[in-house]
């Protein structure tokens, strides 16, 4: 053999060798690209990438979004699109005019890749109110004694500086409870550090009404109720409520023993169900029916046996313009 070929033998077994003791390469070296930019509505930009991105790894602050002439547009949000590739991006009311995005969007290996573009704006209103995608915990859970998180999601970012009203029972323990919005606008979350008394079923319900970036409100409350106690002990109960006759789509009922302790809403085909102590209560309805804040509907005050199990109350036209957490006592 050759002087040459030993050489090249030696070289190849160090290689070899070498190479059984490197990290494999990583199976994405390359950063996401900015493929498509689709204007959806005037607040609703969706950008489309070559491959998944994740909306929650991108902080807001690290995107510009300018006009032609340099003015600074506001960007209120981002989430994620319907699939993994697509992000939603809102924004205040944009004109039909041309405007100048930058920023940068990382995939799921934790590759950086930056972005500019530029897309005309969409003079579309968005007509579609929000809705509530979903509520935790979820209704009947038990053992949340220490640490509690209530928080409501929507499905896309609302107007956090308008008014939003809530109701908690017991009356009181509202107190017990502070108030935080999510970065993306897309989540009301109400959190307990310290621990909860044992003995009470708590209940908490979100009023319909909340706009989104557009204005249109959302129509359904979100609701849910909880115990600290390993247990949650007590009876299912139900009903409907109604109005002239027909079903009530939206409500409140409120269940007293010399104070509120429980609540329920009316959904959207005039139900409503919920667990409470077994026992004698008093049972009152109340609806605000265009969402502004002050009762239009109220049932009279009416004593309920759990062991009868269903209930069906008739609202009338109440004319005390009162807010609805003006009838908890």
Same mark, same amino acid.
């Given at each position: ?186 989540? #009301? /979350? ?5 621990? %909860?008394?044992? *003995?009470?079923?708590?209940?908490? +319900? =979100?009023? @319909? ?87 239009? #509907? /109220? ?5 309920? %046996?759990?062991? *009868?199990?269903?209930?069906?109350? +008739? =609202?009338? @036209? ?12």
């Amino acid at each position: 053999m050759s002087r040459s070929h030993v050489w090249l033998v030696l070289i190849s077994t160090l290689l070899l060798a070498c190479a059984k003791k490197m990290l494999p390469p990583s199976p994405d070296r390359f950063p996401p690209h900015l493929t498509e930019v689709n204007p959806r509505t005037r607040v609703q930009v969706e950008l489309l990438f070559d491959e998944p991105v994740a909306a929650d790894k991108i902080p807001t602050e690290s995107l510009r979004l300018a006009t032609r002439t340099g003015e600074a547009v506001t960007i209120r949000g981002l989430s994620q699109g319907r699939s993994g590739d697509r992000i939603l991006l809102w924004t205040e009311p944009l004109e039909k005019r041309e405007y100048l995005l930058k920023g940068v969007a990382s995939d799921p290996a934790g590759n950086i890749g930056r972005f500019v573009c530029r897309f005309s704006g969409s003079p579309r209103a968005d007509t579609v109110p929000p809705r509530i995608s979903g509520v935790q915990p979820t209704p009947g859970s038990a053992g949340l004694k220490r640490g509690v998180r209530i928080s409501v999601r929507f499905s896309e970012p609302v107007d956090t500086c308008a008014q939003v009203r809530w109701l908690f029972a017991p009356i009181g323990s509202e107190t017990l409870f502070s108030r935080r919005w999510g970065i993306d606008w897309q989540e #009301l /979350a109400f959190v307990r550090r310290d621990s %909860l008394e044992p *003995g009470s079923i708590f209940y908490f +319900i =979100l009023e @319909p009404g909340i706009p989104d970036l557009e204005g249109n409100r959302c129509r359904t409350p979100a609701w849910t109720y909880f115990a600290p106690d390993s247990s949650l002990d007590g009876v299912t109960v139900h009903g409907r409520a109604r109005w002239k006759a027909g079903p009530l789509g939206t409500g409140v009922v409120l269940f007293f023993r010399e104070r509120t302790l429980a609540m329920a809403p009316v959904l959207s085909d005039g139900s409503w169900t919920t667990r409470v102590k077994a026992g004698e209560w008093t049972v009152q309805a109340l609806a605000d029916t265009n969402w502004d804040g002050i009762v239009d #509907l /109220a049932g009279y005050e009416t004593t309920f %046996l759990t062991a *009868g199990e269903s209930l069906d109350i +008739i =609202l009338h @036209p109440d004319a005390s313009q009162k807010p609805l957490d003006a009838y908890l006592r």
